[in-house]
């Protein structure tokens, strides 16, 4: 079971096709903001890649407002990389808000199929190659960073079946 303080700004962390999105709506839906999102918003495209400084600096606009009237919020984006947890552990610090940091850790096969299978994107494994190294690093790293709680997720049946409650 995944418990998470009421005023939490909750980083999931996973490769692409690990079911970030998927999850990010089942368990806070109104909650979410996506990188994809946001580079739709400003790029009229969610996957260019080139528009993802300007997407970032907005939807951490977005975060900052949510997060001082005391809204929970979830960002949904690959957060492999330092620098991105970096951008969320400053956005929760600003506002007092607690890092929480939910990894999706599904299998680099299993991700390729199903992006293989998605109209929506287009890249290359090794992208995928890359993505999972950094994962790799960030699990051992996430607490050490100043996320406060970190719950792993190992494969796509206990991510199924995580529950998440918010702890009043
Ligand atoms: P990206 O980083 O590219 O946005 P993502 O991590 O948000 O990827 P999703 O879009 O949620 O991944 O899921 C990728 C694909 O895998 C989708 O086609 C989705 O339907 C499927 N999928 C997601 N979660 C599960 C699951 N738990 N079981 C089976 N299929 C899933
Ligand atoms: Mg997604």
Known sequence: ?????????????GISG???STFAERH??????SADHFRYLVAGDENDQTASSDAFDSLYHVADKRLAARRMTVIDATNVQQHARTAVLTAA?????????????VDEDI?????QARPD?????????????????????????????VFVLSSPEEIDAATVTLEP
């Open 93 to 105: 610090k600003k506002q007092h808000a607690l890092p929480v940091a939910i990894v999706l850790d």
């Open 111 to 115: 991700c390729w199929e199903r992006t």
């Open 1 to 13: 079971m995944i418990s998470i303080p009421e005023f939490a700004l909750v980083a999931l962390v």
């Open 18 to 20: 690990s079911g970030k």
């Open 121 to 149: 994107r287009s890249f290359g494994r090794p992208v995928l190659k890359r993505q999972r190294r950094d994962l790799r690093r960030a699990i051992r790293t996430l607490a050490k960073e100043g996320f406060r709680r």
């Open 28 to 33: 806070f839906a109104g909650s979410v903001l």
